[in-house]
């Protein structure tokens, strides 16, 4: 009786400690300015891509390359927000249309062998979507490791652009 006691007392301090937070709605948060940060920032995953966004630092002695690399950086992650986006809406419509047409009456769901058709259908006929996607998945991230690399190179060997 006593340990009950002790677990009620905790869950609620926890339940009111959630509901008594200062902290602000994650939709009334403005992004900070990537000038004012000392640091690439992460913020928490999008509800439909499931992708983290990330404000890139703007370092004020940024050089030109660096510039490139931090803007092919953002431009990248825009690509694969909105693949993600799109991707996982078309999945989301979809499974709720098979859901629609496949739930048996006096159901809430089916079993993981019963959705495994849905998730077979909509791979097969994604298929070139994604081997589309992972071609330039791949293509990008080459390219900006190399840009990396050369940025890395440069500040090692204290190598100024060339204007």
Do not use: C
């Amino acid at each position: 009786m006593q340990s009950n006691r002790i677990v009620t007392k905790s869950a609620r301090s926890l339940i009111l400690a959630r509901f008594n937070t200062t902290t602000p709605n994650a939709n009334s948060v403005q992004a900070p300015k990537p000038q004012n940060i000392s640091s690439d920032m992460i913020g928490p995953p999008d509800p439909v891509s499931n992708l983290r966004r990330i404000i890139f630092k703007k370092s004020s002695e940024e050089t030109e390359l660096e510039k490139k690399y931090r803007k092919l950086r953002a431009e990248v992650q825009d690509w694969n927000q909105n693949f993600w986006t799109q991707h996982n809406s078309r999945f989301f419509k979809e499974r709720e249309a098979y859901l629609k047409n496949n739930l048996p009456e006096g159901k809430s769901n089916l079993t993981a062998d019963e959705m495994s058709v849905f998730y077979k259908a909509f791979l097969d006929k994604n298929w070139r979507t994604h081997l589309y996607y992972n071609k330039e998945w791949y293509r990008k991230n080459v390219t900006l490791l190399v840009l990396a690399l050369q940025v890395k190179l440069r500040r090692i060997f204290k190598i100024k652009d060339s204007k």
